[in-house]
């Protein structure tokens, strides 16, 4: 079909043990999922799941063994690292999933950065503002190869962790999670229908905190291959 401008490129991510790439649809993310999370940004941990999206083009993607880099936005003087687990959504998707059969739908698994403008979305929460300046911003969601479920399983419990500069900063595990996976699709898919190459990105745990030029982002999950990201 001839488009009168060139056609945008499918953003795409490396899958584990296959030449083929995951397209990318959409990036839905989970607000508030760990309970210490929640309660270090100054809130009970105790309610529903919240969305919010990222755009597909934000996605910044990282082979297998490779350190991807990430200019460091402007407008903003305090970016924020969030380790998150990805799950990739394979389909066939579609509205008001049953967390039973939530798994069906499930392509894999890879580990992420839900990068944050903290300043600025602190003020969109005071103000009753979107939280798009904070959180959808250009290279705001580096991840990694993602690994199929048929090769992992359904991943219900496992390490988390990022190390900035070969510092611990965040640790937990993912079985904390308030709602986990098969809830979050459960959730999600009662207000939007779900498609194939939709992402979701499960929430942090505690520990958030500032990145600067020059940090070196190590991310974990599980068995995941690890998420390394140098911040220029
Ligand atoms: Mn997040």
């Given at each position: 079909m001839?488009?009168?401008?060139?056609?945008?490129?499918?953003?795409?991510?490396p899958v584990v043990?296959?030449?083929?790439?995951?397209?990318?649809?959409?990036i839905y993310c989970?607000?508030?999922?760990y309970v210490?999370?929640?309660?270090?940004m100054?809130f009970?941990g105790?309610e529903a799941?919240?969305?919010?999206?990222k755009?597909?083009?934000?996605?910044v993607?990282?082979?297998?063994?490779?350190?991807?880099?990430?200019?460091?936005p402007p407008?903003?003087?305090?970016?924020h690292?969030e380790?998150?687990?990805v799950?990739?959504?394979?389909?066939p998707?579609g509205?008001?999933?049953?967390?039973?059969?939530?798994?069906?739908?499930?392509?894999g698994y890879?580990v992420?950065?839900?990068?944050?403008r903290?300043?600025?979305?602190g003020?969109?929460?005071?103000?009753?503002?979107?939280?798009?300046?904070?959180?959808?911003f250009?290279?705001?969601?580096?991840?990694?190869?993602?690994?199929?479920a048929?090769q992992?399983?359904?991943?219900?419990?496992g390490?988390?962790?990022?190390r900035?500069?070969?510092?611990?900063?965040q640790s937990?595990?993912?079985?904390k999670?308030?709602w986990?996976?098969?809830?979050?699709?459960?959730?999600l898919?009662?207000a939007?229908?779900?498609s194939?190459g939709d992402?979701?990105?499960t929430?942090?745990?505690?520990?958030v905190?500032?990145?600067?030029?020059?940090?070196?982002?190590l991310?974990?999950?599980?068995?995941?291959p690890?998420?390394?990201?140098r911040?220029?």
């Open positions: 001839p488009y009168v401008i060139a056609p945008p490129a499918i953003v795409s991510l043990g296959c030449a083929d790439r995951f397209p990318v649809r959409r989970v607000g508030r999922n210490e999370h929640a309660q270090e100054g009970s105790r799941p919240f969305f919010f999206m755009p597909a083009d934000a996605v993607p990282c082979a297998l063994g490779e350190t991807v880099e990430m200019a460091y407008a903003t003087t305090n970016l690292h380790v998150e687990l799950v990739a959504i394979a389909g998707g509205r008001d999933i049953a967390p039973e059969r939530a798994h069906e739908h499930v392509f890879a992420g950065l839900d990068m944050t903290r300043d600025r979305q003020e969109a929460k005071k103000q009753g503002r979107p939280w798009e300046i904070g959180k959808a250009d290279g705001s969601a580096p991840i990694g190869a993602i690994v199929p048929a992992c399983g359904e991943l219900l419990d390490p988390i962790e990022l900035v500069n070969d510092r611990v900063v937990s595990d993912i079985a999670m308030i986990g996976v098969r809830d979050i699709i459960a959730h898919s009662a939007w229908a779900l194939p992402l979701i990105m929430g942090t745990p505690e520990g905190g500032a990145v600067a030029a020059g940090d070196v982002l991310a974990r999950c599980a068995m995941l690890e998420l390394t990201v911040v220029r």
